[in-house]
Protein backbone atom coordinates (compact mmCIF):
# COMPACT_ATOMS: atom_id res chain seq x y z
CA UNK A 1 0.00 0.00 0.00
CA UNK A 2 1.44 3.90 -0.91
CA UNK A 3 2.40 5.46 1.75
CA UNK A 4 3.12 8.78 0.57
CA UNK A 5 0.28 11.07 -0.31
CA UNK A 6 -0.72 13.83 -2.95
CA UNK A 7 -2.97 16.73 -1.00
CA UNK A 8 -5.10 16.32 -3.75
CA UNK A 9 -6.08 13.07 -1.78
CA UNK A 10 -7.02 14.97 1.58
CA UNK A 11 -9.74 17.27 1.49
CA UNK A 12 -9.21 21.04 1.49
CA UNK A 13 -11.22 20.98 4.90
CA UNK A 14 -9.10 17.92 6.64
CA UNK A 15 -5.76 20.28 5.45
CA UNK A 16 -7.12 23.33 6.63
CA UNK A 17 -4.67 24.26 10.02
CA UNK A 18 -7.36 24.94 12.52
CA UNK A 19 -8.09 21.20 12.50
CA UNK A 20 -7.00 18.69 14.10
CA UNK A 21 -5.58 17.09 17.74
CA UNK A 22 -2.66 16.64 19.28
CA UNK A 23 -1.40 12.91 19.85
CA UNK A 24 1.42 11.73 22.13
CA UNK A 25 3.93 8.99 19.44
CA UNK A 26 7.38 7.85 20.43
CA UNK A 27 9.51 9.68 18.18
CA UNK A 28 12.89 7.92 18.74
CA UNK A 29 16.09 9.11 19.16
CA UNK A 30 18.93 7.07 17.46
CA UNK A 31 22.36 7.51 18.71
CA UNK A 32 24.77 7.32 16.31
CA UNK A 33 27.95 7.13 17.65
CA UNK A 34 30.50 3.93 17.00
CA UNK A 35 28.61 4.15 14.21
CA UNK A 36 30.84 1.43 11.84
CA UNK A 37 31.03 -1.05 14.89
CA UNK A 38 27.07 -0.86 15.50
CA UNK A 39 25.69 -0.57 11.74
CA UNK A 40 23.86 -3.41 12.07
CA UNK A 41 21.96 -2.40 15.49
CA UNK A 42 21.92 1.16 13.86
CA UNK A 43 19.87 0.50 10.99
CA UNK A 44 17.50 -2.16 12.66
CA UNK A 45 16.34 1.48 15.01
CA UNK A 46 16.24 3.60 12.27
CA UNK A 47 14.12 0.91 9.72
CA UNK A 48 12.01 0.33 12.98
CA UNK A 49 11.66 4.64 13.40
CA UNK A 50 11.21 5.19 9.60
CA UNK A 51 8.54 2.93 8.84
CA UNK A 52 6.23 3.35 11.92
CA UNK A 53 6.25 7.47 12.05
CA UNK A 54 8.54 8.45 9.18
CA UNK A 55 10.08 10.99 11.83
CA UNK A 56 13.37 10.20 14.41
CA UNK A 57 16.05 12.12 15.82
CA UNK A 58 19.67 11.33 15.34
CA UNK A 59 22.58 11.84 18.53
CA UNK A 60 25.58 10.99 18.78
CA UNK A 61 26.20 12.31 14.68
CA UNK A 62 29.14 13.51 14.58
CA UNK A 63 28.59 17.30 14.09
CA UNK A 64 30.48 19.41 16.54
CA UNK A 65 28.04 21.74 18.46
CA UNK A 66 30.30 24.69 18.20
CA UNK A 67 29.81 24.23 14.51
CA UNK A 68 26.09 23.86 14.90
CA UNK A 69 25.84 27.02 16.66
CA UNK A 70 28.52 29.13 14.44
CA UNK A 71 26.10 28.30 11.60
CA UNK A 72 22.74 29.32 13.62
CA UNK A 73 24.72 32.39 14.91
CA UNK A 74 25.74 33.40 10.39
CA UNK A 75 22.21 32.78 10.05
CA UNK A 76 21.04 34.57 11.71
CA UNK A 77 23.39 37.43 10.75
CA UNK A 78 22.58 36.53 7.10
CA UNK A 79 18.36 36.93 7.57
CA UNK A 80 19.47 40.11 9.61
CA UNK A 81 20.38 42.13 6.63
CA UNK A 82 18.35 44.32 4.82
CA UNK A 83 15.82 43.00 2.33
CA UNK A 84 17.67 45.35 -0.19
CA UNK A 85 21.00 43.64 0.27
CA UNK A 86 19.14 40.08 0.31
CA UNK A 87 17.65 40.91 -2.78
CA UNK A 88 20.75 40.81 -4.54
CA UNK A 89 20.73 37.10 -4.60
CA UNK A 90 17.36 36.40 -5.04
CA UNK A 91 15.89 32.84 -5.44
CA UNK A 92 16.48 30.66 -8.81
CA UNK A 93 13.04 28.24 -8.51
CA UNK A 94 14.58 26.73 -11.06
CA UNK A 95 17.80 25.61 -9.47
CA UNK A 96 16.59 26.00 -5.58
CA UNK A 97 19.10 28.48 -4.67
CA UNK A 98 19.21 31.91 -3.76
CA UNK A 99 17.16 34.32 -1.06
CA UNK A 100 12.89 34.52 -1.17
CA UNK A 101 10.72 35.81 1.25
CA UNK A 102 7.30 35.04 2.20
CA UNK A 103 6.94 33.33 -1.15
CA UNK A 104 6.22 29.77 -0.47
CA UNK A 105 2.22 29.15 -0.84
CA UNK A 106 1.67 25.75 0.54
CA UNK A 107 -2.04 24.18 -1.01
CA UNK A 108 -3.09 22.94 2.81
CA UNK A 109 -3.55 26.83 3.92
CA UNK A 110 -3.53 28.88 0.86
CA UNK A 111 -1.51 31.95 1.87
CA UNK A 112 1.93 32.24 2.58
CA UNK A 113 4.63 30.64 4.81
CA UNK A 114 5.31 33.24 7.59
CA UNK A 115 8.94 33.18 6.89
CA UNK A 116 12.04 33.91 4.65
CA UNK A 117 14.69 31.41 3.61
CA UNK A 118 18.22 31.05 1.80
CA UNK A 119 18.54 27.84 -0.54
CA UNK A 120 22.44 26.72 -1.11
CA UNK A 121 22.67 24.34 -3.96
CA UNK A 122 26.06 23.52 -4.65
CA UNK A 123 26.06 23.82 -8.70
CA UNK A 124 24.30 26.80 -8.52
CA UNK A 125 25.19 29.20 -6.24
CA UNK A 126 27.16 31.69 -9.04
CA UNK A 127 26.68 35.49 -7.66
CA UNK A 128 24.11 34.15 -5.19
CA UNK A 129 26.63 34.39 -2.07
CA UNK A 130 26.69 37.62 0.07
CA UNK A 131 30.31 39.26 -0.43
CA UNK A 132 32.84 39.04 2.57
CA UNK A 133 32.15 42.29 3.30
CA UNK A 134 28.51 41.91 4.05
CA UNK A 135 29.31 38.54 6.11
CA UNK A 136 33.15 37.43 6.47
CA UNK A 137 33.52 33.84 6.30
CA UNK A 138 30.18 32.94 5.68
CA UNK A 139 30.16 31.29 2.17
CA UNK A 140 33.34 28.35 3.70
CA UNK A 141 31.59 28.08 7.10
CA UNK A 142 27.95 27.16 5.53
CA UNK A 143 29.95 24.65 2.81
CA UNK A 144 31.93 23.13 5.66
CA UNK A 145 28.54 22.32 7.61
CA UNK A 146 26.55 21.54 4.62
CA UNK A 147 29.42 18.55 4.12
CA UNK A 148 28.81 17.84 7.37
CA UNK A 149 24.90 17.58 7.14
CA UNK A 150 25.48 14.95 3.47
CA UNK A 151 27.89 12.77 5.76
CA UNK A 152 25.37 12.44 8.09
CA UNK A 153 22.55 11.86 5.30
CA UNK A 154 24.64 9.23 3.65
CA UNK A 155 25.22 7.64 6.68
CA UNK A 156 21.46 6.92 7.10
CA UNK A 157 21.09 5.99 3.37
CA UNK A 158 23.58 3.50 3.41
CA UNK A 159 21.43 1.36 6.24
CA UNK A 160 18.23 1.94 4.58
CA UNK A 161 19.85 0.65 1.50
CA UNK A 162 21.39 -2.07 3.56
CA UNK A 163 17.86 -3.29 4.63
CA UNK A 164 16.43 -3.05 1.12
CA UNK A 165 19.37 -4.88 -0.41
CA UNK A 166 21.00 -2.87 -2.26
CA UNK A 167 24.77 -1.93 -2.75
CA UNK A 168 25.09 0.09 0.52
CA UNK A 169 26.93 2.87 -1.91
CA UNK A 170 23.78 2.97 -3.74
CA UNK A 171 22.09 6.33 -2.20
CA UNK A 172 25.62 7.92 -1.66
CA UNK A 173 26.46 7.55 -5.71
CA UNK A 174 23.07 9.22 -6.12
CA UNK A 175 23.98 12.13 -3.85
CA UNK A 176 27.60 13.51 -5.45
CA UNK A 177 28.60 16.82 -4.54
CA UNK A 178 30.70 17.12 -6.96
CA UNK A 179 28.37 16.67 -9.91
CA UNK A 180 27.23 19.38 -11.76
CA UNK A 181 23.80 17.42 -11.30
CA UNK A 182 23.94 17.65 -7.43
CA UNK A 183 20.72 18.96 -6.73
CA UNK A 184 20.57 18.43 -2.68
CA UNK A 185 19.75 22.06 -0.79
CA UNK A 186 20.87 23.15 2.61
CA UNK A 187 18.22 25.28 3.68
CA UNK A 188 18.58 28.39 6.20
CA UNK A 189 15.10 29.27 7.71
CA UNK A 190 13.78 32.33 8.98
CA UNK A 191 10.11 32.35 10.76
CA UNK A 192 9.02 35.93 11.57
CA UNK A 193 8.38 36.93 15.58
CA UNK A 194 4.12 36.35 15.79
CA UNK A 195 2.85 40.12 16.05
CA UNK A 196 1.37 41.50 19.39
CA UNK A 197 -2.43 41.47 17.56
CA UNK A 198 -1.87 38.20 16.09
CA UNK A 199 -1.05 36.07 19.81
CA UNK A 200 -3.91 33.87 20.44
CA UNK A 201 -5.46 34.33 17.31
CA UNK A 202 -6.21 30.44 16.40
CA UNK A 203 -5.80 29.20 12.60
CA UNK A 204 -2.39 30.66 11.90
CA UNK A 205 0.07 28.81 10.59
CA UNK A 206 4.05 29.02 10.07
CA UNK A 207 4.23 26.58 7.34
CA UNK A 208 1.27 24.20 6.22
CA UNK A 209 0.74 20.82 5.94
CA UNK A 210 3.10 19.35 3.55
CA UNK A 211 5.44 16.52 2.56
CA UNK A 212 9.17 16.68 1.46
CA UNK A 213 10.17 15.74 -1.97
CA UNK A 214 13.52 14.56 -1.40
CA UNK A 215 14.92 11.33 -0.39
CA UNK A 216 15.66 12.55 3.59
CA UNK A 217 15.89 15.95 5.45
CA UNK A 218 17.88 16.65 8.13
CA UNK A 219 16.47 19.12 10.39
CA UNK A 220 18.11 21.46 12.77
CA UNK A 221 16.69 23.44 15.53
CA UNK A 222 16.76 25.79 18.45
CA UNK A 223 15.49 24.62 22.16
CA UNK A 224 12.44 26.48 22.82
CA UNK A 225 11.86 27.28 19.29
CA UNK A 226 8.91 24.78 18.86
CA UNK A 227 6.11 23.93 16.59
CA UNK A 228 6.83 21.45 14.26
CA UNK A 229 4.51 18.79 14.24
CA UNK A 230 4.22 15.09 12.48
CA UNK A 231 1.30 13.41 10.84
CA UNK A 232 1.63 9.66 9.45
CA UNK A 233 0.09 9.91 6.02
CA UNK A 234 -2.61 6.64 6.63
CA UNK A 235 -3.46 9.21 9.50
CA UNK A 236 -3.75 12.12 7.55
CA UNK A 237 -7.77 12.14 7.40
CA UNK A 238 -8.02 11.78 11.31
CA UNK A 239 -5.73 14.97 11.47
CA UNK A 240 -3.68 13.47 14.84
CA UNK A 241 -0.95 15.54 14.58
CA UNK A 242 2.63 14.88 17.36
CA UNK A 243 4.60 18.54 18.04
CA UNK A 244 8.56 17.40 18.50
CA UNK A 245 10.74 18.77 20.60
CA UNK A 246 13.26 20.90 20.02
CA UNK A 247 16.52 19.93 20.66
CA UNK A 248 20.11 22.50 20.10
CA UNK A 249 21.63 19.20 19.89
CA UNK A 250 19.81 16.57 18.11
CA UNK A 251 19.21 16.36 14.62
CA UNK A 252 14.86 16.03 13.41
CA UNK A 253 14.99 13.38 10.07
CA UNK A 254 12.06 12.44 8.00
CA UNK A 255 11.50 10.65 4.98
CA UNK A 256 10.63 12.22 1.69
CA UNK A 257 8.63 11.04 -1.20
CA UNK A 258 11.47 9.97 -3.15
CA UNK A 259 12.96 7.79 -0.82
CA UNK A 260 9.27 6.35 -0.41
CA UNK A 261 9.26 5.60 -4.75
CA UNK A 262 12.39 4.33 -4.19
CA UNK A 263 11.77 2.01 -1.29
CA UNK A 264 8.48 0.63 -3.65
CA UNK A 265 6.77 2.63 -0.17
CA UNK A 266 8.04 0.28 2.51
CA UNK A 267 9.60 3.77 3.65
CA UNK A 268 7.00 6.74 4.29
CA UNK A 269 6.72 10.25 4.12
CA UNK A 270 4.50 11.84 6.31
CA UNK A 271 2.91 15.49 6.91
CA UNK A 272 4.56 17.84 8.79
CA UNK A 273 3.85 21.41 9.92
CA UNK A 274 4.64 24.45 11.80
CA UNK A 275 2.01 25.96 14.17
CA UNK A 276 2.07 28.72 15.21
CA UNK A 277 2.82 29.38 19.23
CA UNK A 278 -0.44 29.67 21.40
CA UNK A 279 -1.04 31.72 24.42
CA UNK A 280 2.28 31.30 27.11
CA UNK A 281 4.68 29.94 24.11
CA UNK A 282 7.43 31.73 22.73
CA UNK A 283 6.70 34.06 20.57
CA UNK A 284 9.70 35.24 19.16
CA UNK A 285 11.85 34.43 15.83
CA UNK A 286 12.28 30.71 15.05
CA UNK A 287 15.57 29.38 13.45
CA UNK A 288 15.77 26.34 11.86
CA UNK A 289 18.16 24.97 9.15
CA UNK A 290 17.09 22.26 7.02
CA UNK A 291 19.66 19.80 4.39
CA UNK A 292 17.68 17.58 1.41
CA UNK A 293 19.35 15.18 0.81
CA UNK A 294 18.13 14.77 -2.91
CA UNK A 295 19.38 12.64 -5.53
CA UNK A 296 21.20 14.24 -8.34
CA UNK A 297 18.94 15.49 -11.46
CA UNK A 298 20.60 12.41 -13.41
CA UNK A 299 19.83 9.49 -10.96
CA UNK A 300 17.71 6.82 -12.09
CA UNK A 301 15.22 6.01 -8.98
CA UNK A 302 13.65 2.33 -9.04
CA UNK A 303 13.10 0.52 -5.92
CA UNK A 304 14.47 -3.32 -6.05
CA UNK A 305 10.79 -4.69 -6.01
CA UNK A 306 10.30 -2.46 -9.55
CA UNK A 307 7.08 -1.47 -8.10
CA UNK A 308 7.24 1.49 -10.29
CA UNK A 309 8.81 2.21 -13.54
CA UNK A 310 12.23 4.09 -13.56
CA UNK A 311 12.35 8.08 -13.49
CA UNK A 312 15.33 10.18 -13.44
CA UNK A 313 15.11 12.03 -10.01
CA UNK A 314 14.36 15.50 -12.47
CA UNK A 315 11.76 13.97 -13.88
CA UNK A 316 10.34 12.85 -10.74
CA UNK A 317 10.22 15.85 -8.96
CA UNK A 318 8.68 17.87 -11.82
CA UNK A 319 5.89 15.06 -11.31
CA UNK A 320 5.64 15.77 -7.54
CA UNK A 321 5.07 19.54 -8.28
CA UNK A 322 2.69 19.22 -10.75
CA UNK A 323 0.72 16.85 -8.12
CA UNK A 324 0.93 19.23 -4.75
CA UNK A 325 0.76 22.62 -6.82
CA UNK A 326 -1.55 21.95 -9.21
CA UNK A 327 -3.62 25.35 -10.37
CA UNK A 328 -6.86 25.28 -8.20
CA UNK A 329 -10.27 25.60 -10.24
Known sequence: MATSYDLSEVS?????????????????????????????????????????????????????????????????????????????????????????????????????????????????????????????????????FEHQAWTVAMRVLSCFADRLGMDRDHFTAAHNPESPEYQSTLRLLHYFAVPAELRGVPGRWRAGAHTDFDCLTLLFQRDGQGGLQVCPGREMQEQEWTSITPSSSLITCNIGDMLTRWSDDLLPSNFHRVRSPGEGEYQGERYSIAYFAQADRDAVIQGPGGTYPPVTAADFLTQRVRANYRPQG
Open 12 to 144: REQQMGGLGTETDREIRVIDLTDFEDRRAEITEELWQAATEIGFFQLSGHGIPQTLIDDVFTRTAGFFALPDSVKGRYPLVKANNAGWESMSQVRPSIGVPDQKESYQITRPHMDRLWPSSAELPGFRSAVLA
